[in-house]
């Protein structure tokens, strides 16, 4: 069955960096965009990033425009999220989804837990 | 950037009551619209898409519809079972923005 483990996360410094890797299994990766989802200790979901099938497209989310990066490795079947200048507000539980083809996230890894403290 | 509106905030209800939950969309998304359930400590699940089609394996109790920029996400009959946070959608383009999720608990 589909499955997407995300890893990567921790307890990093205000100002530091941090890569994400969502490794995806059970169906034809290099066929779907992969989002990026966060969930802030107690908040709503905020969208995060998008990347291609292919990706050679990717949008981000205002918040964290310039400062995050996502990429993808199709031969490895891992989508990644580069997060670089760290802010406490920043800390949430980030979430990889998988595009359905036709715009909504279906499944969601269980999340990552990244937590920007001093 | 299109906002999305959820309301109410949350809502208590007993088992067995029909309830109704409203999105509202800051310009057209069509019908690009997904409605997502969020149990306490779990992952979000994908109830509905294209604002009304039951996403595969959800209960036919839960339903959803669009007027205009209004959706709506209506439980026939609330279970146990339902009690989670709901959250709503925009998938038309980037960005991918949610409302801010409607709590629902049993009374």
């Known amino acids: 069955q589909v499955q997407l483990v995300e890893s990567g996360g921790g307890v990093v410094q205000p100002g530091r960096s941090l890569r994400l890797s969502c490794a995806a299994s059970?169906?034809?990766?290099?066929?779907?965009?992969m989002h990026w989802v966060r969930q802030a200790p107690g908040k709503g979901l905020e969208w995060v990033a998008v990347?291609?099938?292919?990706?050679?497209?990717?949008n981000y989310g205002d918040s964290v425009k310039g400062r995050f990066f996502t990429s993808r490795d199709n031969s490895k079947n891992t989508a990644y999220l580069q997060m670089n200048s760290l802010r406490t507000e920043d800390t949430a539980v980030y979430f990889c989804a998988k595009d359905t083809g036709a715009g909504p996230f279906d499944p969601w890894g269980q999340g990552t837990l990244v937590t920007v403290s001093s | 950037d299109i906002q999305m509106t959820q309301s109410p905030s949350s809502l208590s209800a007993s088992v067995g009551d029909s309830v109704t939950i409203t999105c509202r969309a800051s310009?057209?998304?069509?019908?690009?619209l997904a409605w997502y359930q969020q149990k306490r400590g779990r992952v979000p699940k994908l109830l509905i898409y294209a604002a009304s089609t039951l996403q595969s394996g959800v209960p036919s109790r839960f339903s959803g519809s669009r007027s205009g920029t209004d959706f709506t996400l209506t439980i026939s009959s609330l279970q146990p079972e339902d009690v989670a946070t709901y959250y709503c959608?925009?998938?038309?383009?980037?960005?991918?923005?949610f409302g801010g999720g409607t709590k629902v608990e049993i009374k």
């Open positions: 059970g169906f034809n990766f290099s066929d779907f965009g």
């Open positions: 990347v291609s099938y292919d990706g050679t497209h990717k």
């Open positions: 959608q925009k998938y038309n383009s980037a960005p991918f923005t």
């Open positions: 310009q057209g998304v069509y019908n690009y």
